[in-house]
């Protein structure tokens, strides 16, 4: 699967990935909120994630799909997005993403979900999106609410890091279809 946006190409990851998953996310900004993400993070760990995708990436059904962000200028790599636990009976899924430091603040995150989330509902024809976000994360909090999501609970002491050991507050954002712009 390959989705392009005005400044991005969201691919498939390929085992070439690994010393730039390393380069970009072992960094404690970025993995600090999250969950599954160790730190340091080692060759080791870039290798069993991208092993992990080529061997998703082949299943029929799928029921997630990780994806490489990268500049569809220059090629490089900067972070990734995601779809998880898809469940085409409820027609639901969640959604995970980061990308390196240096990129924050351009409306790049925003570009390559916009492109995850129409994909999840036009060609996959989910109907529901879930976001996670750990209460203190303000930049991933405050893009949910700016993509639309709703703010549908807050589950207490319900998740803890692996990079730091911390347990934090947990907010469960809810994007519905018939609530997304086209
Ligand atoms: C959260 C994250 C993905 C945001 O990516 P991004 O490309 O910087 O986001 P965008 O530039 O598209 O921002 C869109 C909007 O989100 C909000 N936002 C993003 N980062 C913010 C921050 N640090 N503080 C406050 N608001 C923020 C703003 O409303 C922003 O719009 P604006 O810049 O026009 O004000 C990025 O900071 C990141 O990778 N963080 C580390 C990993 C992580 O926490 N992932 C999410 C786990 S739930």
Known sequence: ?????ERLVLREYSPN???DIILKINDLDVSKY?????YPYTSEDG???VNHCVENSKKTPRDKYEMAITLKESGEF???VGLSNIDTYVGSAELGYW???NYWRQGIMTEAIDAL?????????LNRLILSAYVPNTGSNELAKKLGFTLEGTTRQSARTKS????YDTNCWGLLKQEWRK
């Open 1 to 5: 699967m390959e989705l392009e946006t």
């Open 17 to 19: 990935d690994v010393n």
């Open 34 to 38: 999250l969950e599954v993400v160790p």
């Open 47 to 49: 290798e069993w994630f």
């Open 78 to 80: 900067i972070g990734g």
């Open 99 to 101: 990308i390196g430091k």
């Open 117 to 125: 989330i129409n994909f999840a509902f036009y060609k996959l024809e």
């Open 164 to 167: 730091t050991g911390k347990i």
